[in-house]
């Protein structure tokens, strides 16, 4: 049975991410899918819309055939680790042929000759990166600059190296490259265009497709019935479900009052210990917090942003506090180590004939009762399900403890 991988967060699922499940199968010609999924918490530091139970719901009913949890340790990260965490745990399972993932660009042209000069040449990168970085840039942009200048291009091919680079799906597709090559995988890429909305289109265009981020301010704006042109019917189903129950949608002022309770009660010494707070970030959290016109999460970040510092940076700053994600335990040297199982959300009949496979060929514990694992990861998979479900405006014991007492959801 041919395998096709593909790495989301469908936050929420939308007509963009349809169109991209059935190109991954027709180019790749794979009779299944397996989805590695975000969970609670997002690439961009950002609380999903709704929990990863619902959105597991939403792939299977879109036809995926096994949805697997992107561990938290991997999954509020940058674009190195994120792509890295997600692509280990494709290999990991011994089923998956072949890696689909959306890009502006289209073609793999550019992408996978840089790819194999970056995963063999990382001091160099690096050293590009944090030299840029001093310079005072994003990191995005430095990123792009320092790969185009380990790449050894002229100055006329690395402006438009970088340029492609700037677009946050050919950034987040070279990684996916990077880390098959680090990991020496036989798993085989393809690419597929990105149509009409691209990733932070913040309003709708013409048609039936909008990005998630479009999505999700029609939602916040106008409600849920605003966004069904651009939405499967049973995503729509799903989140009204999910919105009548109140656990959807989800933001970051769900979990002000926790965040704003760490950062008011801890010292500047202790906040340092958490990922991502860098160059005394712990000290400007100090003083900027008695300075806010209101005490929100959003002013806290417009607070907190430079241009050396980007939203997205801050928000999976706050991630991490929130979590109590300590540097120790999540630095390059263990990431590196990757995944340390593979964590079952939801599968159907053919994701059922996958996991039977997966006896034989996963490479690391298949996880269906997360009971039967003691792993530091999973901890913390387990810790961040239970405050995200801690946000729900009347949530009791039965929610703060799904991740144990749920079995991986089935169609």
Known sequence: ???VGIVVEYNPLHNGHELHFHKSKKITRADAVVAVMSGPFLQRGEPAIASKRARTEMALAM???LVLELPVTYAVQPAEWFAYG????????????????GSESGTLEQLLPLSRILAREPDRLRAELDERLAEGLSFPSAYGAAAAAAFGVSEEDAAGLRELLTKPNNSLGLHY???LHRLGSSIEPFTIS??????????PGTGSIASATAVRRIIANQGIEAAAPYIPEYTLRILEREIRSGRAPMNWDRFRQPLFQTLLTSPPAQLAQCLEVTEGLEYRIRRMLPKLDNSSVDALLDSLKTKRYTRTKLQRMLVH?????????M????LVRGPGYIRVLGFNETGKKLLRTMRKTASLPVVIKPAALDHPQLTRDLQAAAVYA?????ADARDLYHDYRLPPLTL
């Open 177 to 179: 490259l990077i880390a």
């Open 63 to 65: 036809g995926v055939d």
């Open 331 to 334: 630095n390059p040297g263990e």
């Open 194 to 203: 990105r149509e009409s909305a691209q990733y932070h289109d913040p309003e």
């Open 390 to 394: 801690n946000a729900y405006p009347n």
């Open 86 to 101: 997600a692509v280990a745990t494709l290999h990991a399972t011994g089923v998956v042929d072949c890696l689909s993932f």
């Open 1 to 3: 049975m041919k395998t």
């Open 321 to 329: 506090i929130m979590l109590n994600h300590q540097k120790a335990g």
